[in-house]
């Protein structure tokens, strides 16, 4: 069982940047690829980006390629979503999950955050 604790969301305007993190707690947590999906209000939830168990490779949706970048310490079991250049429309709650070795822009992740507030006003 992995537990994961979501921190860092918060109000910023649009152009500024947050960075987002993901606790684990299981000391297997190197062995999970992690994913970063956010949901915004009466939408369903998108696959933000994710990176692999080793860390070596990420992937991202286009909307934020080039703005967001997934990196993991495994030593510290945590994940980051750095978000710059923030816009409006990444308004959202933004939850961190764990999936054994490999990454799924789908959301068959066996573990998941708690979520958090992303807000981003213009």
């Known amino acids: 069982q992995v537990q994961l604790v979501n921190s860092g969301g918060g109000l910023v305007q649009a152009g500024e940047a947050l960075r987002l993190s993901c606790a684990a707690s299981e000391s297997t947590f190197s062995r999970y690829a992690m994913g970063w999906f956010r949901q915004a209000p009466g939408k369903e939830r998108e696959f933000v980006g994710g990176?692999?168990?080793?860390?070596?490779?990420?992937y991202y949706a286009d909307s934020v390629k080039g703005r967001f970048t997934i990196s993991r310490d495994n030593a510290r079991r945590t994940v980051y979503l750095q978000m710059n250049s923030l816009k409006p429309e990444d308004t959202a709650v933004y939850y961190c999950?764990?999936?054994?070795?490999?990454?799924?822009?789908?959301?068959?992740?066996?573990?998941w955050g708690q979520g958090t507030q992303v807000t981003v006003s213009s």
């Open positions: 990176i692999t168990w080793t860390g070596g490779s990420t």
């Open positions: 999950a764990a999936r054994l070795y490999s990454i799924s822009s789908r959301d068959d992740y066996a573990y």
